[in-house]
């Protein structure tokens, strides 16, 4: 059942409202023992049209957030609304990417990126519009017939993200969908997804631990404290050119850095790197 929370910013896609979340915590016997609070107190907004970035600490319970904004999981406390109306199932406005790209290695390319359609019950001849549009906004015209195993790990990265896009969601989650591949592969997938998600005019909510990669591509940046996880801080992006984050890095590299300097500075990365004994 979906409810519509009262006064709700109509520009807001997913909103989180004073969001925690507790796991039983299960001991080696099979018993369970208290509870592991994974966040607690989390309040996110995401506009419609935005790129946003939450990083912090393994652990922190940034894929909880996820999760939760999925409707895999249910929040313990407070409440998640995607487009106004509150999350307490799967819905179709959201679509999710992970850091797998979890191709189904008997179908083609075309018939992966056709797959959520194909559920939804959409003609065949749609279905082949949508997917060959995709295609080739994720440059993958020509390999339509291959299957996942013939191509590379970007490639199949590319086709998930059509995949993703297939069933027009409003937002994206997507939990680290680059942190697997090499870093000149990275950097053009990082394009791919900034051009398409500006095309598309999708909000996306990503997780990333690549402190540039969040400045890159984002409008805003949420940093998360070390579990039990909570927003420490939210940073605006004050900078052109994020449907283009190549041109962002390279044009921009004195601001790039100021923004990637003060994310380690929240971060305690120097800190942390100074107790690691060599």
């Excluded at 994974?38 to 922190?60: M, T, Y």
């Excluded at 409003?170 to 942190?179: G, K, R, T």
């Excluded at 283009?244 to 800190?271: C, I």
């Amino acid at each position: 059942m979906l409810e519509t929370p009262n006064n709700a910013a109509d520009n807001f896609r997913i909103e989180y409202r004073g969001v925690g979340k507790q796991f039983a915590n299960k001991q080696s016997t099979g018993d369970y023992d208290e509870f592991i609070i994974a966040v607690k107190e989390v309040d996110l907004s995401v506009r419609d049209g935005e790129v946003v970035s939450l990083i912090g600490p393994s652990g922190c319970g940034k894929s909880t957030l996820l999760n939760m904004g999925s409707g895999l999981y249910q929040p313990s406390a407070g409440e998640v609304f995607v487009d106004q109306q509150k999350v307490d199932k799967p819905n179709s406005h959201v679509g999710f990417m992970l850091q797998k790209d979890l191709l189904l290695a008997w179908r083609s390319i075309r018939q992966n990126v056709e797959f959520g359609l194909e559920i939804q019950g959409v003609a065949a001849s749609e279905r082949r519009n949508r997917s060959s549009e995709l295609l080739e906004k994720c440059r993958l015209t020509g390999f339509e017939e291959h299957y996942p195993h013939q191509l590379s790990g970007g490639m199949r990265q590319r086709a998930a993200l059509a995949r993703t896009l297939a069933t027009d969601p409003h937002v994206l989650l997507m939990d680290e969908p680059f942190s697997a591949l090499d870093a000149q592969t990275k950097m053009i997938l990082q394009q791919d997804l900034a051009e398409t998600l500006s095309s598309e005019q999708k909000t996306a909510l990503f997780i990333t631990h690549d402190l540039a990669e969040s400045v890159a591509l984002s409008d805003r940046v949420f940093v998360m404290s070390q579990r039990p996880g909570t927003i420490v801080e939210e940073i605006d992006i004050d900078l052109p050119l994020r449907e283009n984050p190549m041109a962002r890095r390279h044009d921009l590299q004195k601001e790039v850095g100021e923004y990637v300097a003060r994310l380690m500075d929240l971060l305690h990365v120097g800190d942390m790197a100074s107790a690691v004994e060599i």
